[in-house]
């Protein structure tokens, strides 16, 4: 079954309705006061208590701080995820104070250096999200994201099914993506939403059927 990240889940009736939509995990986006998807630390602790033992919940960031080091190390999500660049005392510090898994995000045209600059830190139950989006909807570039693969393979020895991959996917999108790659799971956020920031029940719904029955036809 391909995994599926519903992200930028800002309250639990939406929370609610990833996990029965069959959500692998759920996105909480901080630290990012200017994102329409951006919580405040009291929410998105709220919101991980409330998907404890329901879905995985994944905390969210563009950027390594101290402030959500500190967050991760008190709230104890599931994941945490940020984006490179990453600067390695900052990990050090988040593997002290949080000790789970990660989350690395990678630009489909991320580089051999930049992946070599996560090599030292990744751990083998940590995870690489190729996004080529970024919650700004735009759609991955398909021949970027092989080539990253290919870049993923020959540095952290992981291929195509190993990573998630996010970039402008939605219920009308998913399954045709689907047919033409085998990742391990797919992230959508801004492609289930009515306005920026407002996800629609109907559209998650929906971008979960369209993965389950993608899936089927792969198994």
């Known amino acids: 079954m391909v995994e ?3 992200c930028g889940v800002r309250d639990e009736a939406i ?3 990833a996990v029965e939509s069959g959500a692998t995990y759920v996105g909480i986006v901080t630290g990012a006061p200017d994102s329409p998807r951006h919580v405040d630390r009291a929410a998105a602790k709220g919101l991980i208590q409330f998907l404890r033992g329901k879905a995985s919940s994944v905390l969210v960031t563009r950027v390594l701080t101290r402030h959500f080091i500190a967050l991760a190390s008190a709230a104890k ?3 945490v995820q940020f984006h490179e660049p990453i600067p390695a005392s900052g ?3 988040l593997r002290h104070g949080y000790g789970g898994r990660i989350i690395f995000g990678i630009s489909p045209r991320s580089t051999t250096d930049s992946l070599l600059s996560i090599a030292p830190s990744f751990g083998e139950e ?4 190729v996004d080529g989006s970024k919650g700004t909807g735009t759609g991955i570039d398909e021949h970027a994201l092989i080539a990253v693969s290919d870049l993923t393979k020959e540095v952290l020895g992981l291929s195509m099914k ?7 996917l939605s219920a009308s999108n998913v399954g045709a993506f689907l047919e033409r790659h085998a990742p391990r799971g797919v992230d959508a956020s801004s492609g289930l939403e009515t306005t920026p920031g407002v996800k629609d029940p109907a559209l998650i719904k929906k971008f979960c059927l369209e993965i389950k029955k993608a899936s089927i036809i792969h198994d």
């Open 4 to 6: 599926i990240k519903i």
């Open 77 to 79: 999500p599931d994941l």
């Open 126 to 129: 940590d995870i690489v999200l």
């Open 91 to 93: 990990l050090g510090e």
């Open 162 to 168: 190993d990573l998630l991959v996010a970039g402008g």
């Open 15 to 17: 929370a609610a309705v």
